[in-house]
């Protein structure tokens, strides 16, 4: 039997991402010969559910992470009063981290915990019958008890996966200048993954909670087939690669590379990398294909802190890395947490005073939040420290979710410092763009809105240096959404 599959990602504030994890889910499906439509929804845009009233769906489902709980919870509500027939089912890593108490708290029917491709397909075909039982990787209601099946298998070679299902949504409202590489104009860039899973343990990371402890990577022909349908089909000029570590196995780079090289596309892309796995011939080699920054996750340049959460690093390794990688020619973003459990301020003047002599080209700078899934969130239970209960308030840019050894009016204030120490630096990198300057003053006169929205959201969490992420948010937003119903 097949169904009729609604799946929605009920998006908080973020940046134009494709739900690249429900995309995969709704390829697998369709692939199936399930009948799938695909909602990509803001709090603004929950009155989209109403267009499936003439063909309503025999299951819904979304895709929850901590950020998304409030929506989610609202996206459940409105399916119920529409669709009381239609049954309902979450994934996600919050989801799959709390299992039967998301759906005592939620009400919905089932959980697919961990990857959910396959358990979907097996739960579509069983929702006539009503027989789970067989079904690795669900939780679901029977009658009063909540019964959780065995943990599904992951899948061992992600080449048999379909790439994920852009046609279910109008994919030009993904595609928006500037793009997804900061600093950057490509007009149409694209997101996409080529792996699954970390060799990190950081304490503060869930990946490996979702994905599993092993690293798994598609073949570089998977990819570059992939690659060859952005380009013919919706014509993009950059790509977002979001592995969590792109740059790993120095062959399987090369390998890409040279391939991607051989198809001539002139393609601007970035990536993401660990400083402990990185080589210079990655560099290299990446540099030659078109890749043009590296996005690290510093977090620290504290060795001490860096040892306490895990990072396997230290600030002497840190440094080199960040020197390769401009030697390479290629463009440095710094990702930084602050607040974490062990800080202190000596800490983090010295985290401020190291990074701001890195020569980065780009920070980025938020909160220790611990989330579901990470070791943080297990200790922050286990030490009772947990101040905000209403995990949907949870979210990177606000202090004050935990208590750790530094208040949360400090915290702001030195996260505050740090950002100033690159500010002059990302004005002189866009001075000697006047072309750049011109089209982002066009971009904002065309979105006035937008930027008004931002304005009061940077001011709501006492933090300018988040304007330009609140605006690009809220100007994206309105347009995402309008899948073919």
Not at 44 to 64: F, M, Q, W, Y
Not at 167 to 196: F, M, Q
Not at 390 to 408: E, H, M, T
């Amino acid at each position: 039997m097949t169904a009729k599959a609604c799946l929605i990602y009920p998006r908080d504030l973020n940046l134009n991402f494709f739900p690249l994890g429900l995309g995969y889910v709704g390829s697998f499906l369709k692939e199936k010969g399930h009948a799938v439509t695909f909602l990509d929804i803001t709090k603004h845009e929950v009155g989209l559910l109403s267009r499936l009233k003439s063909n309503p769906p025999d299951i819904a489902g979304l895709s929850v992470t901590t950020p998304q709980l409030s929506l989610a919870r609202t996206v459940i509500r409105n399916i119920r009063a529409l669709f009381p027939k239609t049954k309902i089912v979450a994934g996600g890593i919050h989801p799959s981290y709390f299992k039967e108490r998301f759906i005592r708290e939620n009400n919905v029917d089932f959980v697919v915990y961990g990857e959910g491709e396959i358990t979907m397909d097996e739960l579509c075909r069983s929702i006539p019958g009503g027989d789970f039982s067989r079904i690795k990787g669900l939780i679901y209601k029977e009658g009063d008890r909540i019964i959780v099946n065995p943990p599904r298998e992951l899948v061992s070679d992600l080449d048999t996966l379909p790439p994920p299902l852009r046609e279910a949504v109008n994919y030009e409202t993904y595609l928006r200048p500037p793009g997804l590489i900061r600093g950057l104009w490509t007009k149409r860039s694209a997101n996409l993954a080529t792996s699954r899973g970390c060799p990190g343990r950081c304490t503060y990371c869930g990946v490996n909670y979702l994905w599993g402890t092993k690293y798994r990577r598609r073949s570089t022909d998977n990819v570059l087939k992939e690659i060859d349908v952005l380009v013919d089909r919706y014509h993009v000029d950059g790509l977002y690669f979001m592995d969590d570590t792109f740059l790993m196995n120095e062959q399987w780079i090369r390998e890409f590379c040279e391939k991607l090289k051989k198809r001539r596309y002139r393609l601007t892309w970035s990536c993401y990398g660990r400083i402990d796995t990185v080589t210079p011939g990655m560099l290299g080699a990446i540099r030659e294909a078109g890749c043009v920054q590296v996005e690290y996750g510093i977090e620290s340049c504290s060795d001490r802190v860096l040892a306490a959460i895990d990072k396997k690093v230290n600030v002497l390794r840190i440094k080199d890395v960040v020197r390769m990688t401009k030697k390479a020619g290629l463009r440095v973003l710094g990702s930084f947490v602050m607040g974490l459990p062990e800080e202190d301020e000596n800490d983090l003047e010295k985290s401020i005073g190291t990074a701001s002599a890195l020569n980065l080209d780009f920070v980025t700078c938020y909160f220790a939040t611990p989330y579901p899934g990470s070791q943080l969130f297990e200790r922050a239970v286990a030490e009772n420290r947990i101040v905000e209960t209403d995990l949907s308030r949870w979210y990177i840019r606000n202090a004050g979710i935990w208590r750790v050894n530094l208040d949360p009016d400090t915290l702001a204030r030195y996260r505050s410092r740090f950002l100033k120490k690159y500010r002059l630096r990302n004005v002189l990198f866009f001075v000697k763009k006047p072309v750049f300057i011109i089209r982002v003053l066009f971009l904002l006169a065309a979105n006035v809105g937008a930027l008004s929205r931002a304005i009061f959201d940077s001011l709501k969490i006492r933090s300018l240096d988040d304007l330009g992420y609140f605006f690009y948010s809220r100007m994206t937003a309105r347009l995402r959404g309008r899948n073919k119903l």
